[in-house]
T-cell receptor, first 114, second 113 residues
Framework: KAGVTQTPRYLIKTRGQQVTLSCSPI?????VSWYQQTPGQGLQFLFE???????NKGNFPGRFSGRQFSNSRSEMNVSTLELGDSALYLC?????????????FGPGTRLTVL | DQQVKQNSPSLSVQEGRISILNCDYT??????FLWYKKYPAEGPTFLIS?????DKNEDGRFTVFLNKSAKHLSLHIVPSQPGDSAVYFC????????????FGGGTRLMVKP
């Protein structure tokens, strides 16, 4: 069974640009969550999508947005990039939702903002 | 406001001995706790979990203990193996929070041969 895949794996952008990251969940998984990992703030929840609907949202500015498609694939978008957006962006999928459902993480997309 | 804290950024243990990783939380609404392990260049992988209705859960070499009154949980690894060297994150969630996990800052475990 293929795991969670994220593309691209590495990305370099400049301030003010926008970026779109992609996540393909494990086949059959309907929930996709996004996390940001930085050395200073650790792993922080961005948002969760389930059946194409945003179910939960973390404490991030509106520049961070996402969506989920009917095949459960998800994208997240960051507009007007800032230096502080440099981070590892992780996507996780699970069958449904709830803390007791195991989440499987992808390897992440390393975003560098110059 | 850090709701989940791992106060030890690193821990070094000899192979074969016990590793104890600690985690404290402040939000009494949390009712499900998880531990994840992360190797460099990989995403976190689920290790073990515990519901707030239990105080212990065991899976092979890994045992998680939960002390609700102290808002403290710990992960015991016995015996520790060099392959256990990784960063360990504890995480917590509530029953109605979907997959919104709140993570601690992580503890880097080094198991020396």
């Amino acid at each position: 069974k293929a795991g969670v895949t994220q593309t691209p794996r590495y990305l370099i952008k400049t301030r003010g640009q926008q970026v779109t990251l992609s996540c393909s969940p494990i086949s059959g998984h309907r929930s996709v969550s996004w996390y940001q990992q930085t050395p200073g703030q650790g792993l922080q929840f961005l948002f969760e999508y389930f059946s194409e609907t945003q179910r939960n949202k973390g404490n991030f500015p509106g520049r961070f947005s996402g969506r989920q498609f009917s095949n459960s694939r998800s994208e997240m978008n960051v507009s007007t990039l800032e230096l502080g957006d440099s981070a590892l962006y992780l996507c996780a999928s699970s069958l449904t939702g709830g803390g007791w459902n195991e989440q499987f993480f992808g390897p992440g997309t390393r975003l560098t903002v110059l | 406001d850090q709701q989940v804290k791992q106060n030890s950024p690193s821990l070094s243990v000899q192979e074969g001995r016990i590793s104890i990783l600690n985690c404290d939380y402040t939000n009494s609404m949390f009712d499900y706790f998880l531990w994840y392990k992360k190797y460099p260049a990989e995403g976190p992988t689920f290790l073990i979990s515990i519901s707030s209705i239990k105080d212990k859960n065991e899976d092979g070499r890994f045992t998680v203990f939960l002390n609700k009154s102290a808002k403290h949980l710990s992960l015991h690894i016995v015996p520790s193996q060099p392959g256990d060297s990784a960063v360990y994150f504890c995480a917590a969630t509530t029953n109605n929070a979907g997959n919104m996990l709140t993570f601690g800052g992580g503890t880097r475990l080094m198991v020396k041969p």
